[in-house]
């Protein structure tokens, strides 16, 4: 069998994401090594998830520099001893410079609480909601230079209820997240999805659409 791909997971926040790739590679359902978790933030409960699953962070706060591109350079000091072949933004709140990103190539993932190209940056949910949607919920995606603009390679959708709020929405599209996030990222790691040329590629065939799994 093939060695698993070793992953990095960059991190903000709660890290329920992260929560999601540590249960999946813990039940035998994810073939990935969890090399390390980095937080720009050193109050993020991620690391304490991190810690608890025995898996090594790194921490380093962006506002000990003064631009972006010298804290990602920073940033790719604190990954490169681990190797990673994967990246996986899980709730990690921060643009990435355009040397980080060619750093990497081809080998970030990003999660975003959207059907994307639909409501690119924050708010998604409450904007969601002001246009009357009748369908939401989140794309996993290549990282590229465009904020929220990469490749898509995975999309999980619901249906909006009646009289829902932003927090209940939220709630629920966090739930599929959780679902298709490790779903999204084994595929690359197996190599069954690729990112070649700027595009996406599933099963050896363009993928000018996302796969869409409905909830
Ligand atoms: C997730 O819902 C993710 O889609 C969003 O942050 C949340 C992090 O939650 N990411 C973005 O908005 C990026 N543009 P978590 O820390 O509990 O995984």
């Given at each position: 069998?093939?060695?698993?791909?070793?992953?990095?997971?960059?991190?903000?926040?709660?890290?329920?994401?992260?929560?999601?790739?540590?249960?999946?590679?813990?039940?035998?359902?994810?073939?990935?090594?969890?090399?390390?978790?980095?937080?720009?933030?050193?109050?993020?409960?991620?690391?304490?998830?991190?810690?608890?699953?025995?898996?090594?962070?790194?921490?380093?706060?962006?506002?000990?520099?003064?631009?972006?591109?010298?804290?990602?350079?920073?940033?790719?000091?604190?990954?490169?001893?681990?190797?990673?072949?994967?990246?996986i933004?899980?709730?990690?709140?921060?643009?990435?410079s355009?040397?980080?990103?060619?750093?990497?190539?081809?080998?970030?993932?990003?999660?975003?609480?959207?059907?994307?190209?639909?409501?690119?940056?924050?708010?998604?949910?409450?904007?969601?909601?002001?246009?009357?949607?009748?369908?939401?919920?989140?794309t996993?995606?290549?990282?590229?230079?465009?904020?929220?603009?990469?490749?898509?390679?995975?999309?999980?959708?619901?249906?909006?209820?009646?009289?829902?709020?932003?927090?209940?929405?939220?709630?629920?599209?966090?739930?599929?997240?959780?679902?298709?996030?490790?779903?999204?990222?084994?595929?690359?790691?197996?190599?069954r999805a690729?990112?070649?040329?700027?595009?996406c590629?599933?099963?050896?065939?363009?993928?000018?659409?996302?796969?869409?799994?409905?909830?």
């Open positions: 069998m093939a060695k698993p791909c070793k992953t990095a997971i960059l991190i903000s926040g709660s890290g329920t994401n992260l929560q999601a790739f540590i249960d999946a590679v813990a039940s035998g359902g994810l073939s990935l090594e969890l090399a390390v978790v980095f937080s720009n933030n050193p109050q993020a409960f991620g690391l304490e998830r991190a810690e608890k699953a025995g898996i090594p962070t790194a921490c380093i706060p962006h506002t000990d520099y003064p631009d972006r591109a010298t804290f990602d350079r920073a940033l790719i000091g604190e990954l490169e001893p681990f190797a990673p072949e994967l990246l933004l899980a709730g990690y709140m921060r643009i990435l355009p040397d980080f990103v060619a750093h990497y190539s081809g080998r970030i993932l990003n999660i975003h609480p959207a059907l994307l190209p639909l409501y690119p940056g924050l708010n998604t949910h409450q904007r969601v909601l002001d246009a009357g949607d009748k369908w939401h919920g989140s996993v995606h290549f990282v590229t230079e465009e904020l929220d603009g990469g490749p898509r390679i995975l999309q999980g959708r619901l249906e909006v209820q009646p009289g829902e709020t932003a927090e209940e929405l939220a709630r629920r599209v966090q739930a599929v997240e959780h679902r298709i996030y490790p779903e999204a990222a084994a595929w690359v790691g197996s190599g690729k990112f070649l040329n700027g595009q590629w599933i099963d050896g065939k363009l993928a000018e659409e996302p796969v869409i799994f409905d909830y």
